[in-house]
């Protein structure tokens, strides 16, 4: 049944990215403080839509727009993000001259995307949420106008993400040249029916891996993470490594939950997935231990991740990719947050050796970001370590062990660069003390509310636990 309620979270988010854009205009203000603040606001209009419409199962556009309890969650949890990276920015943006009031509108508009991307399963609605985030993206990745590397950035995630899209629309079109829908259940339920399926219908779900591989970040589609995430503004880089990848997972939950195991040769698809996660898990972590720029070593990072991801999706095991996102969020978010934070007027400090004697020098900075990277390594008793045993696990209870050996081998290896940085912090003497700005109460309040999700997601999570096993229980496969 068509409701217009199940647009008020997104409406709310339009409201504030357009009126951010006005303020802009009429209200000439040095700083631009203000916008995040107002920003804020739609986002916890948005946020309490999203928790009031808990138990409603609303729709619209006859169902090809819908709020599940997955889609609430999911969106619930991109608001927070976004939340965040706006309270990490306001300072930033003075620091670093990218003083302009559409940062704010644009990433309200790239929050949009995501929320249409998780609240569909009609590929070309999907799609259309994918290019909303894109645009903003490619906007946001170049703010830095004065930078050539974020110029670079921006023209290689243009170019690059053109050609996935492109691949992923040549998919969804041979997919309805086959099924005659572009609705992921009637495709899946076409599949069914007939006894085989051509070669379009293989190179239809390829060509959305590829389409969807280049937003998660998974090799060999991964070649625009470092060099992105290194030239964009340090709080883009923080939204890009989380809020696409988990947008771009929860469709591959949406696509391929009902697809393995009920359409004959699903097979061919899980294997081409089972060789993705491995080679994502190996080269990430094996090309991170070489990166001494801390922006680059965390995109190599936040690949390896989507290649333990992967395995929650090959596992069949919804709740523990549902769960996974929501601790790489917090541990992600945070550590960039850390980095940030060792930053002054038009200077950010992103070599590693600039991290010597940070631990003792701005002890608050570098306990917060050895416990983000520890928890990013999967040590007890932080979220990460949980959210890694969550996914193994249900991994090993579907026979996946070898996939599953490999994965564990593949983070012992990153344990390597994770306590690298640590080991800089507090065991060896800086070769050129600085001074840094450490009046920012917002990023502060950033670091908290991360720590504390790392550390309760580790320690108990019940909770959160039980909303996500609801959430994923509303899922009709």
């Not at 979270?9 to 403080?33: A, C, H, M, N, Y």
Request: net charge positive; with cysteine.
């Amino acid at each position: 049944m068509n409701n217009i309620w199940t647009l008020l979270p997104i409406v709310f988010v339009l409201t504030g990215s357009l009126l951010v854009l006005l303020l802009e205009v009429f209200i000439q203000r040095e700083t631009k403080d203000y916008l995040g603040f107002v920003s804020l606001m739609f986002l916890v209009l948005s946020g309490a839509a999203c928790v009031t419409f808990w138990n409603k199962g609303y729709s619209y556009f006859n169902g090809d727009l819908f709020l599940d309890k997955l889609a609430l969650f999911l969106s619930l949890l991109f608001i927070i993000g976004t939340a965040l990276i706006i309270l990490i920015s306001m300072k930033y943006l003075s620091l670093q001259n990218t003083n302009y009031g559409e940062y704010y509108s644009l990433l309200l508009f790239a929050l949009i995307g995501t929320l249409i991307m998780v609240s569909s399963t009609d590929l070309i609605i999907i799609f259309l949420g994918l290019e909303v985030l894109s645009m903003s993206s490619y906007a946001l990745a170049g703010l830095k106008r004065n930078d050539e590397k974020s110029g670079e950035a921006a023209l290689k995630y243009f170019l690059l993400g053109s050609f996935a899209s492109a691949f992923l629309i040549y998919g969804i079109a041979f997919l309805y040249g086959t099924s005659k829908s572009t609705e992921i259940f009637s495709i899946i339920d076409h599949f069914q029916a007939v006894s085989s399926q051509s070669i379009l219908v293989i190179a239809g779900f390829g060509l959305l891996i590829i389409g969807f591989g280049f937003k998660i970040a998974v090799v060999p589609f991964h070649m625009w993470t470092p060099d992105v995430y290194q030239g964009s503004p340090t709080p883009i880089t923080a939204f890009f490594s989380v809020l696409p990848k988990a947008a771009g997972f929860a469709v591959l939950l949406r696509l391929f939950g009902p697809y393995f195991g009920q359409i004959t040769q699903s097979q061919n698809i899980f294997m081409v997935l089972w060789f993705l996660s491995v080679l994502t898990m190996v080269a990430g972590n094996l090309l991170a231990l070489r990166q001494k720029n801390i922006k680059r070593l965390l995109a190599y990072s936040s690949i390896a991740h989507a290649g333990y991801l992967m395995i929650a999706v090959l596992a069949k095991s919804h709740y523990s990719l549902v769960f996974y996102l929501t601790v790489y969020l917090f541990m992600n978010i945070g550590a960039f947050s850390a980095v940030i934070a060792l930053s002054k007027k038009d200077k950010e400090y992103l070599q590693l050796k600039d991290y010597a004697g940070i631990g003792f020098r701005y002890p608050w900075i570098g306990a917060t970001l050895s416990i983000f990277l520890l928890s990013l390594a999967g040590f007890p008793p932080t979220g990460g370590f949980l959210a890694k045993f969550y996914v193994f696990s249900e991994a090993v209870s579907q026979d996946l062990v070898p996939l599953v050996v490999i994965g564990v081998l593949a983070s012992l290896i990153s344990v390597f660069y994770y306590l690298r940085v640590i080991v800089y912090m507090y065991m060896r003497e800086p070769s050129t003390p600085f001074e840094i700005d450490t009046n920012n109460a917002p990023l502060v309040l950033v670091l908290f509310i991360c720590l504390y999700g790392v550390i309760q997601l580790g320690i108990y999570p019940g909770n959160v636990l039980l909303f996500i096993k609801q959430a994923v229980a509303s899922l009709p496969f």
